[in-house]
């Protein structure tokens, strides 16, 4: 990808039709090499990450018809842990968004965003690898004009190690311990240590105000494109 021309596949999950395909149609307009897959329930989304290969996002709506609430956000990242989810709602409120964030989401979409706005939204999480929060979230930061973004390698400055950083660039994308266990071929336990010394680094009490502070101030994460793989190349890092 590149930021002047993002591609790829997304999967656009709303139960309204009307909302879902004219937010395909709107998404072909100012994004028009990414191709958009539709789903109308979470049935309908799981069998799309099951058989259709590959997708770069998720797009995911709140209020399907099939599922309440945060339990198919939840559902997605237990069964797909690789793919990243951002969440697509009306109902964007700070509790909602933290909520989201803390289910697994790696960003959150309001309903209310202008043309410009989502493809700004889906530009950071796809090309930068940014997270993406609303203004009642963000401060207003969220559409701060840093199109590069921050490394997270940066943080190697406040004394994180290399390992440190890689388990801070999984949890960003929703990965629980035992998932980033599980690519790291470590311990839940070692995991666990890793994720509380990134938190005192940073000052952030849990991992919901860490993926907020983060966004806040730009930093990108790397892909998770290829994660089956990473625990292969995962274990000369310093533990």
């Not at 100012?30 to 109308?40: H, S, T």
């Not at 799309?48 to 990242?77: C, I, K, N, P, Y």
């Not at 959150?108 to 043309?115: D, E, G, Q």
Request: no cysteine; net charge neutral.
């Amino acid at each position: 990808m590149n930021a002047m021309n993002p591609h790829g596949s997304i999967l656009l999950a709303d139960d309204h039709g009307l909302v879902r395909h004219g937010l395909q149609l709107l998404i072909g307009e100012v994004l028009p090499a990414l191709r958009v897959q539709l789903a109308g329930s979470l049935a309908e989304t799981v069998q799309a990450l099951q058989t259709a290969g590959r997708f770069d996002l998720v797009l995911l709506d709140l209020t399907l018809s099939d599922v309440h609430g945060l339990a198919g956000l939840r559902r997605l990242r237990e069964d797909f842990p690789y793919v990243p989810v951002v969440i697509l709602s009306a109902q964007d409120d700070r509790d909602t968004v933290l909520a989201a964030l803390d289910a697994g989401a790696m960003g959150f979409i309001s309903k209310a965003a202008s043309p410009a706005e989502l493809k700004d939204a889906l530009t950071r999480v796809l090309v930068d690898h940014r997270i993406h929060l609303p203004q009642s979230v963000s401060g207003g930061l969220a559409a701060a004009p840093d199109a590069s973004g921050r490394d997270l390698q940066e943080l190697a400055a406040l004394g994180l190690t290399e390992r440190q950083i890689e388990v801070l660039g999984y949890v960003v994308q929703g990965l629980r311990n035992k998932e980033i266990a599980r690519l790291l071929e470590r311990s839940e336990v070692v995991v666990k240590k890793h994720v509380t010394a990134t938190l005192q680094a940073l000052g952030a009490p849990n991992r919901t105000k860490l993926l907020v502070l983060l966004a806040q101030r730009g930093y990108r994460v790397p892909s998770l494109h290829g994660a089956g793989g990473a625990a292969a190349t995962a274990g000369p890092l310093a533990e």
